[in-house]
């Protein structure tokens, strides 16, 4: 089962290239706020109640016919993640180990991830100027 969260960041089943939403299965999810605050509550309730909650999740992506994903946003699975993680490896190339340049600015490389097919890609802009810009998926 591929869980995801989309639009106004509703819990959804991905079903072959279709979303159904199951939002209504996890307990207290229609007091939450349609946020990434209430979104990651939504989503720590969850991830730990979801033995409890898998059947009811399953059953209902079963028996509903869902959306096209491509008619949805997709949101990050964790809007408000602890933590970010960069692995250098990413930016290696395989064969050298030197450091290669994927594109000059985040700008060119979330240009770069749409052209992959890879859509919902934005530019993060740091609160502060001397920190970096980030490139988002979701």
Known sequence: MKLM???DYKLGVLRGDRVVDVTRQVPDADRLPKTPIGAEAMMENVIENFEALRSKLESMANQEGGVPVSGVR??????RPPDALCAF???QDRDTNEPRMVADSPYELAAEIRRSGIG???????PYPDEPELVGLG
């Open 5 to 7: 969260l989309f639009d």
């Open 74 to 79: 997709i949101r990050p699975p964790l809007p």
């Open 89 to 91: 490896s990413n930016y």
């Open 120 to 126: 919902n890609v934005a530019v993060v802009r740091a």
